[in-house]
């Protein structure tokens, strides 16, 4: 009996049921064939990572991770003597467990279901196990890695954060161009909308796709509130047109806020004792908690609590500058007097203690035993480029910022305001 003759058959045999049973009858075949229907995907999935080469050999491949190695060896016809020797031997060039992801594994059997030899990338390493005189020998090389250099150039619509990421430039990036300018603009309060940007950076990457890195060869940002700001990558660090370090002894600000609610000034109205009196700081207004860091490496020379500042904590950076913060909500974990601090590392968070009406940092500097106003004083850089290396870094400098679009003539970028040349300079 062939198949229609049997279908036809069971066709007539469910007529011949009454009313519930045929439905019963219906829905059991209906089951039945969904049932099958999965197992016979399960079974495709559990082979689809099965490849067969130019020469018919069967190739396993897999993600490494957990025991995925382990049991795919003994799933595919090794014993566990043969795995526990086999994992053994690839563990002389560095294991068998995943160290990044998408770090992964492939097994080569012959058409006789022999094994011919395991291939691990882990990282940017290739470990090749194949037996060898009744043991296994172990192979390692070394992963090619390329280049590519990319480039970005965009206008700022609302923020650096939002404008570079809707030019496709990856999160990472977007971070350490900021971070670059970070002694010089503050991207929370100076970014105005039709400020420019350029950045080129090198991405490297093996065959298989993934990133192993990047490198931002030079940035430019425009503002008409931060100016001109050039940074280039040389030897050990960025530097700006003239050469000099962007790395200052100091950031920019102590913290992420809002905004400014006082400034400097000899005679300030205080809100609290209702009467003038000097207030020689920037009170930044921020959140509750928000992280308050060291603008500069130095001494912590007090972390303690006094009626009208509060909880503060100051940092004496050398035998010039010392910096204050105060009306924290308490101090960062192993803030104490003695404690050696370095530039960005948290020493407290906003808090309102002391007399204050509402949650804010005050910070303050002293220059020479003086109260300074921080958002003047010309902070100094931590170096320049050497005289000696000066033709080779003008050379690097007008090479990237002529491939960025961004190069000005000699003489021209003095004379370049709010982001934008002024008349008579040259942008090529």
């Known amino acids: 009996m062939d198949f229609l003759e049997y279908f036809g058959g069971l066709i007539e045999a469910l007529k011949q049921l009454s009313g519930w049973l045929k439905r019963f009858a219906l829905y059991g075949l209906i089951a039945a064939g969904i049932l099958l229907a999965y197992k016979s995907y399960q079974r495709l999935l559990e082979t689809s990572s099965i490849e067969f080469d130019a020469r018919g050999l069967q190739v396993y491949s897999g993600d490494l991770g957990g025991r995925s190695l382990q049991d795919r060896l003994i799933e595919t016809g090794s014993s566990k003597a043969e795995v526990a020797a086999i994992l053994k031997a690839a563990a002389k060039a560095g294991g068998h467990t995943r160290t990044f992801p998408g770090d992964t594994y492939e097994i080569a059997l012959s058409t006789a279901d022999e094994f011919l030899h395991l ?18 020998s172990t192979a390692l090389s070394s992963v090619p890695v390329s280049v590519t250099r990319k480039a970005v150039k965009g206008e700022i619509r609302g923020s650096l954060w939002l404008s570079m990421q809707s030019r496709g430039v990856p999160a990472t990036a977007i ?13 929370l309060t100076e970014t105005q909308d039709g400020d420019r940007f350029a950045m080129a950076w090198d991405e490297r990457t093996s065959p298989d796709g993934r990133n192993w890195g990047r490198t931002i060869a030079s940035g430019v940002y425009n503002g008409r509130t931060a100016g001109r700001n050039v940074g280039i990558l040389f030897n050990d660090g960025y530097y700006d047109a003239k050469g000099e370090s ?10 992420n806020y809002r905004r400014i609610s006082s400034y400097f000034s000899s005679s300030r109205y205080h809100p609290i004792l209702k009467k003038r009196r000097a207030h020689h700081g920037t009170d930044y207004s921020a959140p509750l908690g928000t992280p308050v860091s060291a603008v500069g490496g130095g001494v912590v020379v007090r972390a303690d609590y006094s009626a009208g500042i509060g909880n503060a904590v100051a940092v004496r950076h050398s035998s010039s500058y010392t910096t204050l913060y105060g009306h924290l ?24 203690t002391g007399l204050s009406t509402g949650p804010h940092l005050h910070f303050q500097m002293s220059k020479n035993g003086q109260w300074a106003n921080f958002l003047r004083i010309k902070t100094p850089r931590t170096r320049s480029v050497p005289a000696k ?8 400098r007008d090479k990237e910022l002529k491939a960025l679009g961004e190069y000005v003539a000699p003489g021209a970028a003095g004379a370049l305001q709010a982001g934008r040349p002024a008349a008579g300079a040259k942008l090529r």
């Open 175 to 187: 971070q350490e161009f900021a971070d670059i300018f970070q002694w010089s603009v503050d991207f």
């Open 389 to 396: 290396q000066m033709p080779q870094f003008a050379a690097m």
């Open 329 to 352: 909500k308490g101090f960062a974990k192993g803030i104490r007097a003695g404690v050696h601090v370095r530039q960005g590392q948290v020493v407290g968070y906003v808090g309102s």
């Open 246 to 255: 962007l790395q200052s002894m100091f950031l920019k600000a102590p913290l």
């Open 119 to 136: 291939t691990l990338l882990r990282g940017l390493k290739r470990i090749v196990v194949k037996p060898k005189n009744g043991g296994y």
